[in-house]
């Protein structure tokens, strides 16, 4: 395992018995904490490495994966700006803004708490991070403008392409101030704001431009209201829709750029909108489209740490998410598996248990440098408690779990072996050097054959609520990777790798 490590200051970029029930399950009865197996580091520099095989523009000459190539070279152009680099956000070649920013945030977020934790992989995680940073600059070059989506996602979609040979549209979207998008732009100010803490020390002069930037990403996100999903409509809807609304993007940026700038008014727009953008609503979700939750345990550490009282409300609608994941314990509740995997009907769950879980272990830490627990209605929940479930969700992902399979690509001797990935189901341009046209690769979607191409670090969305998991292409809600389920995973990793 790997050593406890201080972060470096230079970047290297070259109770009701349902309840006592639950937390003696936690306590590890059903599998010691000590007498876990898994390698988390290797886990860690998988999760990472994996963000590699998701790049898009003109790869660097320390690529890893060797079977990527570049590709998306022209991205921007009909538009006249460079739009090149960022990251495809899961098995297709469309380049979404939203999910894309969400990963970058929650990356930065990951190293900012758990970059102590990471020892030689934090500078693959930096450097995960710059790829994302770099695009999301020339994504808000021109001012009070987001260019929000690269590619039109029906024609992708239509298509089983690598995205070396791709020549569906790359039509260019945007939202600007008569087509207002708060949520993409709150959430792009949320990204570049952390990611400029990630900076911060390693190079100053970066950091000063991701901050200055999303300073004025989030005043346009502002002052021209709006949703992206009524100004874009078919173009985002219905890949990444935004159902929650732009509200809480709205909060979840400025806490971001309070937490970065320490600016005043930041705080007092915080206060002043606690009401108004919802942020007292009872909601147990966190993802690329919910902030509510990432906002009060965000914005808690500082009240736990005695410096923002005047923020308490936060720390109790934490306390009440927390205690939502808790079964037996208030309404409403996280379903969970037989297996004891959390589950969320709809669209990709591994989502929400990376997610779910990264805010279980960040506000666990939070607790224990303030020596308190959250009250529940019975027993209190202590940090331990937190750690504990955060931990038995990544260990079912690693191969605890009834099938006995890892779910993370490349990590175990059992894994899925038919993703549903464009780039890592079909031969790899240096195996087939031939082009393979839209309609061609149908016949390897379809093929019963593992994918030629291991997407190491991958992880999919994983199985369904009864614990069972299709290893099929066609299946795509349970067998796609996406950044924003690696994201988190990340930190919880890198803790893990610490702390066991």
Known sequence: MAPRTRRPSGCFLASSPALHLFFLLLLGL??????????????????????????????????????RHDSALKDGASAGVDLTGGYYDAGDNVKFGFPMAFTTTLLSWS?????????????????AVKWATDYLLKATSVPDTVFVQVGDAFSDHNCWERPEDMDTLRTVYKVDRAHPGSDVAGETAAA?????????????????LLLDRAVKVFEFADKYRGAYSNSLRS??????????GYQDE???????????????EYREYILRNEEVLGAGDTINEFGWDNKHAGINVLISKEVLMGKADYLKSFQLNADRFICSLLPGVSHPQIQYSPGGLIFKAGGSNMQHVTSLSF????????????????????PSATADHLRNLAKRQVDYILGDNPLRMSYMVGYGPRYPQRIHHRASSLPSVRAHPARIGCKAGSR??????????????????????????????????????????????????????AHT
């Open 30 to 67: 059903q599998r010691p904490a000590s007498a876990s197996s898994h390698d988390y580091h290797d886990a860690l520099r998988k999760s990472i490495l994996f963000f590699e095989g998701q790049r898009s523009g003109k790869l660097p000459p320390d690529q890893r994966l060797k079977w």
């Open 111 to 127: 190293i900012i708490d758990f970059g102590k934790n990471m020892g030689s992989e934090l500078n693959n995680a930096i450097k």
């Open 192 to 208: 570049l704001a952390a990611a400029s803490i990630v900076f911060r020390s390693c190079d100053p002069a970066y950091s000063s």
């Open 235 to 244: 173009a985002v809807c219905p890949f990444y829709c935004d159902v929650n």
């Open 250 to 264: 709205l909060l979840w940026g400025a806490a971001w750029l309070h937490k970065a700038s320490r600016k005043r």
């Open 359 to 378: 805010l279980l272990l960040a506000y666990s830490n939070y607790l224990s440098h303030a020596n308190k627990a959250v009250p529940c209605g019975g």
């Open 444 to 497: 390897y979607f379809l093929s019963p054959n593992p994918n030629p191409n291991v997407l190491v670090g991958a992880v999919v969305g994983g199985p369904n609520s009864s614990d069972a998991f299709p290893d099929s292409r066609p299946f795509f809600q349970e067998s796609e990777p996406t950044t924003y389920i690696n994201a988190p995973l990340v930190g919880l990793l890198a803790y893990f790798s």
